[in-house]
Structures are given as structure tokens and as C-alpha cells.
């Protein structure tokens, strides 16, 4: 079954410290997203990314984040400046279609900012 | 609006017992509603979704069943096992791609 990709699975980083999350979505897949998850608590949307741009994003997606699809298979998120409240789950996502069909996530990056 | 409301918090049933897990909506724009189940250091994967021109689905022992003018929809699980002691998360989208978590349900079998 095909499957999203996300390495590393941990990583510890320290404030301040740029930090880049990678991402292998499923191959046919257009549409792609990076969600978060603080520890406890629920799922949040971060960005949502379709043809080669930022379709969507929330307001945790601040000018500290960005994202790319540097070689039309992976697909990054960077942290420039890591602060605390930055550690988290970090869960990378992609759909075939638009909105309705299933997201599959990946298994996660645990960033802890010490 | 785009918020979706999810309650228990937590959630303990005996095994072979019904698991009933609610969410409630406010955004009318929403039109499909997935919930997703979650193991500890996983992600979350999808479990059953349904779309409001139904009022129940079924999919072995998981059951979504949604009332359109309540705004609300729930997951129940039959003859549940311990092997279902997960974090389970009701989601809704609709127009924008994204997805709207509710906060969770740590449910717990015991057998």
C-alpha cells in the first residue's frame, strides 16, 4: 500500500536553530499538507500546498515557516528560527483530489526545541 | 465557525461493549467528515468518512451515523476490543482542502 514518508522521526534541535522536516508524499498525489500536533492535544492545520504553491495556510504558519517541493518528489517544511513552542508532532499529508477524499499522513516528526 | 467540537475527552468500555464517540459542527460549508484513528508514535490514519447526503454508514464494527440539521455526527464502535484502545479524531472539510480536527477521544478498551 503506498504510504507518505517522513524522516527524521525525531529530531532535537536548539532555539533558534533552523530545523527542515522532509517529506515523501504518495507519487500521484496533488495536493499535500503539513499539520501539527503539541503533545495532547488535537491535530492542527499548518499549510496546504497544490501546484507549486501555498493553496492555504493558518495563522501558526508564520513568516518562521515555509515550505517547498524542491525536486517534485520530496516535500519540505523549515522552521528558520526555532522557538519552544515550536516542539511538536509534525505531520506531513497528501490527497489525489481536492478536499473529500482520503488524506493519508505520514508517521510523524517529533521536533523537540530545547 | 471552522471549529469542530469532540466529546468525551476519554473514554473507557468494556470489551464487547458500544464505544460512542460525538462531534458537533457550525460551518454549513462542510461536506465530508472523516474520522481518523490514532496509535501512540503513529500517525493518524482514516477510519470511515461519510457525506451528509447520508444519514448513517457502516463499515464492519464502525458505524458514522450524521444529522445535517443537529450539525452533528457520531462514531460508534460495536463488540469493541482492546486491540481499538486508540486516540480517535472526528474531522470535517468543505470548499477549502483542509482539515478540521476535533480535539480527540482517548479511548480505552478493557478487557
Known amino acids: 500500500e503506498p504510504e507518505v514518508t517522513q524522516t527524521p522521526s525525531h529530531q532535537v534541535t536548539q532555539m533558534g536553530q533552523e530545523v527542515i522536516l522532509r517529506c515523501v508524499p504518495i507519487s500521484n498525489h496533488l495536493y499535500f499538507y503539513w499539520y501539527r500536533q503539541i503533545l495532547g492535544q488535537k491535530v492542527e492545520f499548518l499549510v496546504s500546498?497544490?501546484?507549486?504553491?501555498?493553496?492555504?495556510k493558518s495563522e501558526i504558519f508564520d513568516d518562521q515557516f515555509s515550505v517547498e517541493r524542491p525536486d517534485g518528489s520530496n516535500f519540505t517544511l523549515k522552521i528558520r528560527s526555532t522557538k519552544l513552542e515550536d516542539s511538536a508532532m509534525y505531520f506531513c499529508a497528501s490527497e489525489g483530489d481536492r478536499g473529500g477524499t482520503e488524506a493519508f499522513f505520514g508517521q510523524g516528526t517529533r521536533l523537540t526545541v530545547v | 465557525q471552522q471549529q469542530v467540537k469532540q466529546s468525551p475527552q476519554s473514554l473507557i468500555v468494556q470489551k464487547g461493549g458500544i464505544s460512542i464517540i460525538n462531534c458537533a459542527y457550525e460551518n454549513t460549508a462542510f461536506d465530508y467528515f472523516p474520522w481518523y484513528q490514532q496509535f501512540p508514535g503513529k500517525g493518524p490514519a482514516l477510519l470511515i468518512a461519510?457525506?451528509?447526503?447520508?444519514s448513517e454508514k457502516k463499515e464492519g464494527r464502525f458505524t458514522i451515523s450524521f444529522n445535517k440539521s443537529a450539525k452533528q455526527f457520531s462514531l460508534h464502535i460495536m463488540d469493541s476490543q482492546p486491540g481499538d484502545s486508540a486516540t480517535y479524531f472526528c474531522?470535517?472539510?468543505?470548499?477549502?482542502?483542509?482539515?478540521?480536527f476535533g480535539q480527540g477521544t482517548r479511548l480505552t478498551i478493557n478487557p
Open positions: 474531522a470535517a472539510t468543505g470548499g477549502a482542502q483542509k482539515l478540521v
Open positions: 500546498f497544490y501546484n507549486n504553491e501555498i493553496s492555504e
Open positions: 461519510i457525506r451528509p447526503d447520508v
